[in-house]
DNA sequence: CGCATTTTTGATATAGGTCAAGAGGCGTGG
DNA sequence: CCACGCCTCTTGACCTATATCAAAAATGCG
């Protein structure tokens, strides 16, 4: 019955109503009216690194709240050859697809361990026919996703390999301290249309040039405005 | 009043009731009950190739549904170069971000000459509050425009030059009759991320090899199976 | 018919791909 | 607790695809 991976860990059953990222969340301005839609529980479940969350082509049951973590979909070309579309992170939504009775679209794949809930589609339709402001949150997903989709294009796969790995590092930075975690080499690739061995070299570069200052095996140290010089001016200015 | 450009041409007032596009457009589906909603007109207008339907930025107060032609999406980085980030045609509807009362995500201009059905946001947001069929349809618009921004990515901007190009081929070729009408070779540029000078070398190579056939000016017959061919294999298979 | 724009082509430079090897971590099992 | 093997990251050397710069051809426009 379930669809999770293998490494799946049930985490207990969501209680909507107390949820603690009630705000923030899909289901933010819902009454009690609402809720009666909940008909089948709300599985919250803990998915480590590296755990699929579900597979390009699979029915589409359930769309998923993310409460933390890291998550990437990814597509597949005909060559065989992977491409990661899009990240999403705490309080986005993933499978928004499967409202539509489509199949999912990517592979979810989970980069850094997550937490998400578990929401059966029929419930989210549900509420959707019963309130408007769900609705209309719904549709600020899509054009969530949606922007994102266009800025991955323009500002991760337009310019030079410097430049996009620069654009990709300020995304992932927590703007309050600076820093932020990297994942592998080979997936910055696949999200920035470089090889593995280009991602390592610049990143290391700017390592060297003190743009990046590893603080632990995965977590760096950004130089904000030296990176922002980067992803607009491609030509390096070395020294002045 | 009216924030079209210059060229604008209004071509008349539409009556949805009696449209020849109604079942593939985004009002099908509607009864007696939801046209009540136009309260004001619905204008339509026709625009020539290099016009700007909306600017990134504007106001977004309206909704456009195409009726034929082809429109283009821009998006601009901070060093100023653009890039296309999707294509509209017939049945797509443009400016759906207006419905969230947001601006315009993107410039976008007409590239081949375009009808458009002009909505005011009002119009469609009274029509979803009454009719869950335009609800699903609107869900549905934006999951379509979302597939359409990945497979951009996976398709349009990933391999080699030869690749991309004979991909953007095979998502403009008409069906019917194995013809595609192209369009300037900046633009082609724009849209796979590559020169002007890279995309005119291709299209002419295509040309010399006899996969794509000038018929005029602008359209081509195409090789579909050979361009399939160079769509997934990247190396060139020369001559067998 | 001549000017402006776009397309094509050429010559050259270079960023990034490819292939290959070494270095550093990490987990596992002895 | 150490040693081995696996995997990822890094680095090097080389090569090719594409960008760049420039000019000539083609096309369209007034």
Redesign the pocket.
């Known amino acids: 019955m379930k669809t999770l991976s293998p490494q799946e860990a049930w985490s207990g059953v969501a209680d909507c109503q107390t949820c603690t990222l009630r705000d923030s969340v899909l289901f933010s301005g819902l009454g009690e009216k609402e809720f009666e839609c909940i008909h089948s529980p709300i599985d919250i479940f803990s998915l480590p690194a590296g755990a699929l969350l579900y597979r390009a082509g699979d029915e589409g049951n359930f769309m998923y709240t993310i409460r933390s973590g890291l998550i990437k979909l990814v597509q597949y070309l005909p060559d065989g050859s992977q491409r990661i579309v899009r990240l999403l992170r705490g309080t986005d939504v993933a499978g928004l697809e499967a409202l539509l009775d489509q199949r999912y679209q990517h592979d979810a794949v989970i980069l850094q361990s997550t937490e998400v809930c578990r929401l059966p589609v029929e419930i989210v339709r549900c509420m959707d026919r019963e309130n408007p402001t769900l609705h209309r949150e719904l549709m600020s997903r899509w054009q969530r996703a949606l922007m994102e989709a266009d800025a991955w294009l323009t500002e991760l796969s337009t ?6 790995v620069a654009r990709l590092l300020l995304r992932l930075h927590n703007t309050e301290n600076e820093q932020c975690e ?6 910055m ?1 696949a999200m920035l ?13 700017f ?2 040039q003190g743009l990046l200052t ?1 603080l632990s ?1 995965t977590r760096y140290r950004c130089d904000i405005p030296g990176l922002e010089k980067i992803a607009e001016n ?2 390096v200015s070395s020294a002045d």
């Open positions: 310019g030079s390999a410097r430049q996009r990297l994942f592998s080499r080979e997936d690739g249309g470089l090889t593995t061995e280009t991602a390592s070299r610049i990143v290391a570069e390592k060297r590893q095996q491609g030509p």
